[in-house]
């Protein structure tokens, strides 16, 4: 038979840690969002604007259900309430400038990610979502483990998804022509992408590659691994909703 050259692309793997931009494009081509991703994510913004103040609620909700989740917050409160405060982890609640705050915070990020063009700011948008959750990041106070990250990051995939689904399923005006199999699949990818831009703050491979033995061959495979991910979540939801 005649053998057919597949055309490979020469990235330069140094740069995919030291250029958010060019990390960006990388993991764009590999799981493949298109301007039509962000076309259906920015058109989902009419269903999930009136949602969001709800989106926020259930995530901090989420957030103080678990001694290891809230403890973050409860650590940090004598920088934001009043440092006569009485309350214990048990106790601490929403009712504070803390987590008002950062709810605000949350709130204009979500917006963001369904009104915004995916241009620098975004791209530094992605990249502060894992910078502000670790040391390295310039405050070493915050020290949120990735396990608890990604969890989060699931848990606001999951409601984003359900609130998609709901208005597809109601009767609301353009819930019948609203491509809900293409918007969900947007977001999983442009999620997938999110999800790299926390974790390359838990875990430098440049530095690893460098100061690992040479006998172990050692390559970063962080990265790659996450784009796949971002491609198996675009392919299973394609197959489910695909009659």
């Not at 250029?19 to 009419?46: K, M, P, T, W």
């Not at 995916?118 to 483990?145: F, Q």
């Not at 999983?188 to 703050?201: D, E, M, R, S």
């Amino acid at each position: 038979g005649i053998s057919m050259e597949i055309p490979v692309a020469n990235i330069d793997e140094d740069r995919l840690y030291t250029d958010l931009r060019y990390r960006f494009q990388y993991l764009c081509d590999f799981i493949g969002i298109s301007e039509d991703d962000i076309n259906l994510i920015h058109g989902s913004a009419v269903v999930l604007g009136p949602k969001v103040d709800v989106l926020v609620d259930a995530v901090y909700d989420k957030l103080f259900a678990f001694s290891c989740t809230k403890k973050v917050f409860f650590k940090e409160r004598t920088k934001y309430d009043s440092p006569d405060s009485k309350a214990t982890l048990e106790s601490y609640d929403f009712k504070t400038e803390q987590i008002g705050m950062r709810k605000a915070s949350l709130k204009n990020y979500l917006v963001r990610l369904v009104t915004k063009p995916y241009d620098e700011a975004m791209i530094k948008t992605l990249d502060r979502m894992g910078k502000i959750h670790t040391p390295k990041g310039g405050k070493l106070s915050i020290n949120v483990e990735l396990i608890h990250m990604q969890a989060l990051l699931a848990f606001v995939q999951d409601a984003v998804i359900a609130t998609l689904y709901a208005y597809k399923d109601s009767s609301e005006d353009g819930a019948e022509n609203f491509d809900i199999n293409g918007t969900v699949r947007a977001f999983g990818k442009v999620l997938a992408v999110q999800n790299q831009f926390i974790c390359h703050w838990y875990e430098d491979p440049v530095v690893s590659r460098v100061t690992a033995p040479k006998s172990t061959n050692a390559v970063p495979t962080f990265l790659p691994v996450i784009a796949l991910t971002g491609v198996l979540t675009a392919a299973f939801t394609y197959f489910a909703t695909s009659k």
